[in-house]
């Protein structure tokens, strides 16, 4: 099977540590951290092996090498994908607009590995990795299902739109697990006191919680 590496490139913020934990529940031992700092890698190897040097520094076979980047021309098919095949997630937070910085910090560094993309949406960490999992199980990126800006209610009043796409499967959404109790923790949510209008703007960006 193939392995999934991971250049690490974020703090670990408590968002960042779900969207891992997530990845890891789909990957197992096939899991890999990469550019990881000392004070990091103790709580990483809860989810993986962990490396401190970049990907981009491996003395490996760049051929076996797939990197996942939004600007690559060719898509991610199964046949790309040996059981010794090394597939580069960037571990990039990502913003409403990409800007390219899977291809700033791994791609343009790694002359001779193969670089595809998985359809025109943005996925997090743990949706790309989720997709390139279910591509490299055998489906084609045509009958991978998702959802792009999906729209989450927080009670009956209140919701919150993800300005990425998240997978799904058998029709359900692959939602990274306890992110929603994350955003509540954060907002200082309590029913009824944050509006529809303050929870978007605050999740793009343009206003905050008071």
């Known amino acids: 099977m193939a392995y999934l590496i991971i250049e690490h490139l974020e703090d670990i913020s408590e968002w960042l540590w779900l969207e891992y934990k997530h990845v890891s529940m789909w990957w197992k ?8 700092r000392r004070d990091e890698r103790e709580k990483l190897a809860k989810l993986g092996s962990v490396l401190a040097e970049s990907i981009t520094k491996f003395p490996l076979e ?3 090498v797939i990197v996942l980047d939004l600007q690559a021309e060719e898509e991610l098919k199964p046949e790309d994908i040996g059981e010794d095949t090394i597939i ?3 571990g990039i937070l990502g913003d409403a607009v990409p800007r390219g910085r899977t291809k700033e910090f791994i791609t343009s560094k790694m002359e001779g590995v193969q670089v595809r993309h998985m359809g025109e949406p943005q996925y997090s960490i743990d949706g790309a990795s989720i997709v390139a999992k279910l591509i490299a199980d055998g ?4 009958e991978i299902e998702y959802e792009e800006n999906p729209t989450i209610k927080l009670d009956d009043f209140s919701e919150i739109t993800l300005h990425y796409a998240v997978p799904k499967l058998n029709g359900k959404l692959l939602l990274t697990p306890g992110l929603i109790e994350l955003q509540k923790r954060e907002l200082g949510y309590t029913e009824g006191e944050i509006s529809d209008e303050e929870l978007e703007a605050f999740f793009e960006g343009r206003g905050e919680i008071l």
């Open 29 to 36: 031992d096939k899991l890999i951290f990469t550019n990881v």
């Open 62 to 64: 760049r051929s076996k």
């Open 88 to 90: 580069v997630v960037g």
């Open 139 to 142: 489906k084609r990126l045509t």
